[in-house]
């Protein structure tokens, strides 16, 4: 495997669902601000990509000693050693300063929120499995950012609906990880690491489902309030 094959796996290029995960939100905010231009989605296109890329990064330096243990892991770049840490560290600055760059291409709001909020949230993330019982609820917040940072680059700010869209947000993205996180239950247990799966052990479909329920109440209740029927077709 080449480096730059090394690098482009590193940042899950070929595994594009987290992407899109991460992009969807942000097209919501930008739909709900009525300021959708080129401008507007073509920053919120690329941070998507950047901080989903820098993300996988950070959560892969993070894990290295955790990630060559778990069996859907263990060939990442970091964990199979096709990458050492150093270089690593490297690219993860680059893509910093690159997601930086792009963020000062924004209004001052956007750029104080993002720095004091979102930032913090994003590199102290890949650490929260160690220490709190639900990671996926750390997650659930930092990832449905995306977001409010949508909206308020586009609008300028937040009020208190974009709060409460948000807040369904993270229910989604707790319901979907908590999912995922079932197929790493016995790798999570062997290393002493913290999921929603082992917390709620044999509760946790439900519990998905309840989450599930939870966004789409807060969705639907959005949409309704707004008449926006663009977001309604894209909820269906």
């Known amino acids: 495997m080449t480096k730059l094959n090394s690098y482009l796996h590193l ?5 594009p ?32 990509f950047l901080t989903r ?13 955790f990630d060559k243990d778990v069996e859907r892991t263990k060939t990442r770049p970091l964990a199979s050693e096709q990458l050492t840490r150093t270089e690593a560290f490297v690219f993860i600055i680059a893509m910093a300063l690159s997601s930086i760059y792009l963020l000062l291409q924004t209004n001052a709001y956007t750029i104080k ?4 909020i979102a930032i ?53 993205i707790m319901a979907y990880d908590s999912y995922y996180a ?31 329920s939870l966004f789409a109440i807060s969705y639907l209740i959005f949409t309704i309030k707004n008449a926006s029927l663009i977001l309604f077709v894209g909820f269906l």
Not at 113 to 116: E, G, H, P
């Open 11 to 15: 940042i899950r290029f070929f595994n």
């Open 120 to 172: 913090p949230m994003i590199i102290i993330y890949p650490f929260m499995k160690r220490f709190i019982a639900v990671p996926q609820l750390f997650l659930g917040l930092t990832f449905g950012l995306s977001l409010p940072v949508s909206y308020s680059i586009a609008a300028g700010g937040l009020n208190l609906e974009i709060i409460f869209l948000y807040i369904g947000c993270v229910f989604w």
């Open 17 to 48: 669902i987290g992407f899109w995960l991460l992009f969807w939100p942000g097209v919501w905010g930008l739909l709900i601000s009525n300021n959708l231009n080129v401008e507007n989605f073509t920053i919120v296109l690329l941070g998507s």
């Open 113 to 116: 929120f993002v720095s004091v």
């Open 182 to 212: 079932l197929c790493d239950v016995h790798d999570d247990k062997k290393l002493s690491l913290n999921s929603s799966a082992i917390f709620f052990g044999t509760d946790t479909q439900r519990v998905t489902v309840l989450f599930s």
């Open 53 to 65: 890329s820098l993300g996988c990064a950070i959560n892969d330096f993070a894990d290295k000693d």
